[in-house]
C-alpha cells in the first residue's frame, strides 16, 4: 500500500505540473509569472487576461485533480477495494503539490492551488462542493477578496471532510478514516501557506480587491 501511495502521488504530481495559465501566457509571448502576483493560477490568470483566459484555466485546474482521481480508481478499485478512497485522495494531494510547485517553474513557483481543490472536492467528494464553493463565493461577494474566500473554502474543505466522514458519507473504513483526515489538513494548511503574503496585505489592509471590469489584456495593474 505504501508503494501504491507514492505512485499515485507521483500521478497527481504530473497531471498538477500542465499550468494552463502559464501556457496561455506563453502563446502570448508573455510570461504570467512576471505579471501581477507572479502566481500561474486562475486568479492572476483571469486579473491579467480577462474571464475568458480565466475560464480556461478555471476548467484546465479543476480537470486536472479530477483526471488524476478518477486514473486512481481505474488503477485501483479492484486491487484495493478498501484503500481506493484514500489513493484517491493522495492523488488529489499530489496534483496540488504539482500545480502549486512545478518542477520545471524558477523557484517551483506555479499556483496556488485553489481550483485544483476545488476539482478534488468534485471527484473526490462532490457533497462538499455545495457547502465550499458557496462559502467561497459569499465571502468574494462580501468582501471582494478573493483570498479570504479561497481560505475560507479550504477550512469548510476540512472541516466537512471530518464531518461526512464520521457520518460514514465518504465510504472510508474505520482503517484508513484519521489518514484521510490528516491529509484534509495537510491541503487545507497547503493552501493557507500559500496565501501568506495575502494575509500579511489583508492584516494591512491593502489586500487586491476583485473586480469584473474589463481590461486591455496582459496589461499589469
Not at 471527484?123 to 461577494?141: M, N, Q, R
Not at 495537510?186 to 496585505?201: A, D, F, K, T, V
Request: proline share 3%; with cysteine; net charge positive.
Amino acid at each position: 500500500m505504501l508503494l501504491n501511495r507514492i505512485l499515485v502521488l507521483v500521478i497527481g504530481y504530473f497531471c498538477g505540473i500542465i499550468l494552463p495559465g502559464y501556457i496561455y501566457s506563453r502563446l502570448k509571448r508573455q510570461d504570467i509569472t512576471q505579471m501581477g502576483s507572479g502566481n500561474a493560477g486562475t486568479t492572476n490568470t483571469l486579473r491579467m487576461y480577462g474571464w475568458k483566459a480565466g475560464l480556461i484555466t478555471l476548467l484546465g485546474d479543476v480537470s486536472k485533480p479530477v483526471i488524476a482521481i478518477l486514473l486512481t480508481w481505474f488503477l485501483f478499485h479492484t486491487k484495493e477495494p478498501e484503500g481506493v478512497r484514500l489513493l484517491q485522495l493522495y492523488a488529489g494531494l499530489g496534483t496540488i503539490i504539482g500545480h502549486n510547485h512545478p518542477f520545471y517553474m524558477k523557484n517551483f513557483k506555479g499556483g496556488k492551488g485553489i481550483a485544483c481543490t476545488g476539482g478534488m472536492m468534485i471527484a473526490f467528494c462532490p457533497v462538499e462542493v455545495p457547502i465550499g464553493l458557496s462559502v467561497f463565493i459569499l465571502t468574494v461577494a462580501l468582501t471582494k477578496y478573493v483570498s479570504l474566500g479561497s481560505m475560507l473554502g479550504l477550512i469548510s474543505f476540512f472541516i466537512q471532510t471530518i464531518v461526512f466522514g464520521e457520518l460514514g458519507i465518504l465510504n472510508v473504513t474505520t482503517a484508513y478514516k484519521t489518514e484521510i483526515y490528516v491529509l484534509a489538513a495537510i491541503i487545507m494548511l497547503m493552501g493557507i501557506i500559500r496565501h501568506r503574503e495575502n494575509i500579511g496585505r489583508l492584516l494591512a489592509g491593502n489586500e487586491n480587491k476583485f473586480s469584473l471590469k474589463n481590461k486591455k489584456e496582459g496589461t499589469v495593474s
